[in-house]
DNA sequence: AATATTGTTCAGCA
DNA sequence: GTGCTGAACAATAT
C-alpha cells in the first residue's frame, strides 16, 4: 500500500500528531526494524528531542529533529502510522513506539515487517548510498529531462517506472494506474515507445500522484474511472468497453485493459 | 491447505 | 554493467 501518496498522506498526518511535541520515551519493540543503528542507541538519541518538521521523497518520510539528525522511515508493504492515547487504542504489530510528554503515542505499525526506520545526519548521503532516484512531484523536471533518465533504461515500461532508482515512489499499483490511463500495456519495451507516449506516461504520473494525494491516497474517494478499483480479473473496463486482464509483469502483479491498452 | 500479497534486495544467469 | 527471474523476508487473508 505504501506508494508516494500513501508515504504523503502519512507525512500530514505525522505533522498534525508530532511536530514540536516533547519526546519523552521512545520504544523499539522490534529491532529488525531499525537499520544501520543499535535500539539504545535509537532510543538514546531521540529521548527528549522534538520532531521539527518533516518532508517526503519518494517512499520515504523524513522527520528533522536538531540538525543533523533526521529520522527517516519507509514503510515496506504493510506499514503506516497510528496516533493515540489510551493503551487500548494501540493497533496490533507497533514495532516503535514515540511516547510524548502530553501522553499521546506514536506508533510506527508494520505488519510484515518489511519497513525500515533509522536516524541519519545526511539525508542526502542516505539517498544516495541507497540509490534513490528523483521525487516525480518535488523535482520539477522537464519532458526532456523525463526522456533521458528513462531512454537510458531498456526493458518494460512497469518495470522503469517502479525503479526506484529512476524515479522513487511509484510502486505496483500506480504503475499499473499510469499506464492504464495513458493506455500502454504494462510489457511495452521502452524503446518501443512513440514520443507522444512517451508525453502521456509523464504527464499521466503527475496528474495521478496530485490527484491520489487531493484525495487522501483513499480508494473510495478516487474516481470510479480508476483502475485502482477494478483490480480484479475479468471484470469490465471502467475506461472503454474491454476486460481488465491480469499478468505478471515485472514480478509483480499486473493489470491492464485488453482493449484500450493493446501490446505492440 | 495452498496461494497470494501494495516493497526491497540479492543471487544466479544471459 | 544491465536486465530478468525467482527467492527471501513475515504475517495474514482467502
Known sequence: MPELPDVEIFRQYFDSASLNKSIKDVKVLDKKILSGISPKDFEQKLKGEKFKSTYRHGKYLIAELK????????????????????????????????????????????????????????????????????????????????????????????????DQSVISGIGNIYSDEILFQSDIHPSTEINKLKEEELKKVFNAIKKILTKAIEKEADPEQLPESWLI???????????????????????????????????K
Open 229 to 263: 478499483l477494478h483490480r480484479k480479473k475479468e471484470v469490465d473496463c471502467p475506461k472503454c468497453s474491454g476486460m481488465i486482464k491480469h499478468k505478471t509483469i515485472g514480478g509483480r502483479s499486473s493489470y491492464f485493459c485488453n482493449k484500450h491498452q493493446k501490446k
Open 67 to 162: 540538525k543533523n539528525k533526521l529520522l527517516i522511515m519507509h514503510f515496506g508493504m504493510t506499514g503506516f502510522l497510528t496516533y493515540f492515547k489510551r493503551e487500548e487504542d494501540a493497533s496490533k504489530h507497533i514495532r516503535i513506539l514515540f511516547d510524548f510528554s502530553n501522553g499521546y503515542h506514536l506508533g510506527y505499525d508494520c505488519q510484515r515487517k518489511f519497513g525500515r526506520v533509522t536516524l541519519v545526519e545526511n539525508a542526502n548521503e542516505f539517498f544516495k548510498k541507497k540509490k534513490v532516484g528523483i521525487d516525480p512531484l518535488k523535482e520539477n523536471i522537464s519532458f526532456n529531462d523525463f526522456k533521458k533518465l528513462i531512454g537510458s533504461k531498456k526493458g518494460n515500461i512497469k518495470s522503469v517506472l517502479m
